[in-house]
């Protein structure tokens, strides 16, 4: 087994091991391919600390990893089948190397009890902090439909760079002042290298201002697609464009091949969506 810090060489290795991670098993779905391409080209995941991720290999293949959130102080630790041994090891290299001053957080599915076990023998404690994954079967066509005045639109990361800014500072409740998003907002365009474009479905007005967007990953080496991002701009909220769109990437995301959803969220919109509570983790820190 061979220890060594990741080098952007490495991307793709690591999304392999999320692949192979949870093809299996789902009860880390949490963390999956998916969600480390989203995070790597966020604005606030600093790339300047992406030498402090741990890897562990056989042969060539990444086996184990230790991985920052965005910040230091919470991540992900995670093995692959048969490779529960170096688990330990893993968890030690974490609370070491991506530790804040607070400690290392991560979060653990509630249905590992040889993990949460390992975690306690390491001096973690539960925290009053947990997420849960929503799952949801493609097996039928979606049908909710946009309100008259909008349309359907895949904006492109680049070209449309300014209108999905402004449009996540709206939607995730930054305010509605654009002299002060462009003042505070610094546009950035972020090629993420698996991105499909047709799975990014947004709602766009006559005016051309996208105003609710949601964000489909998928890749054929999977069978599920999963969500991130979801948002409305205020004036458009309650009046079922957020379904419309969800509605739409996921029937795209059937036609490439996926069977299931998934979403990190417990809220009542995607219940009433048909997606079900699958899975629940409990955040554990060490300080």
């Not at 530790?99 to 957080?105: A, L, V």
């Not at 979606?142 to 990361?157: H, R």
């Not at 967007?213 to 054929?220: H, L, P």
Request: some cysteine; aromatic content about 16%.
């Amino acid at each position: 087994m061979l220890f060594e810090k990741y080098s952007e060489d490495d991307y793709e290795a690591v999304c392999d091991f999320f692949i192979e991670l949870n093809r299996a098993d789902r009860s880390h779905i949490n963390w999956n391919w998916a969600r480390f391409e989203w995070m790597y080209e966020h604005p606030e995941f600093d790339k300047g600390t992406l030498s402090s991720i741990g890897l562990w290999r056989d042969d060539e293949k990444v086996v184990g990893a230790a991985i920052y959130d965005m910040y230091f102080g919470e991540g992900f630790c995670g093995v692959l089948p048969g490779y529960k041994s170096i688990y330990p090891e893993v968890l030690e290299y974490a609370c070491y190397a991506l530790k804040d001053e607070e400690g290392f957080s991560l979060a653990v599915c509630d249905d590992n009890p040889d993990e949460i076990k390992e975690l306690q023998k390491q001096g973690f404690s539960a925290i009053d902090q947990s997420e849960s994954i929503m799952e949801l079967d493609l097996s039928g066509e979606f049908m909710a439909k946009l309100p008259e005045g909008l349309s359907y639109y895949s904006p492109d990361p680049v070209m449309d760079a300014y209108k999905l800014e402004w449009l996540f500072w709206q939607g995730f409740d930054h305010g509605e002042d654009k002299k002060q998003f462009e003042k505070q907002e610094q546009i950035i365009p972020r090629v993420r290298k698996h991105y499909i474009r047709d799975l990014g479905v947004a709602a766009v007005s006559g005016e051309g201002e996208l105003v609710s967007f949601c964000g489909g990953w998928y890749s054929e080496k999977t069978d599920y697609v999963y969500i991130e991002p979801v948002c409305t701009i205020p004036a458009w909220r309650g009046k079922g464009v957020a379904s419309a769109v969800i509605h739409t990437m996921l029937n795209r995301a059937r036609c490439m091949g996926a069977n299931k959803a998934y979403v990190i969220s417990d809220m009542d919109f995607y219940a009433k969506l048909g997606f079900v509570k699958k899975y629940h983790y409990t955040f554990y820190r060490r300080g």
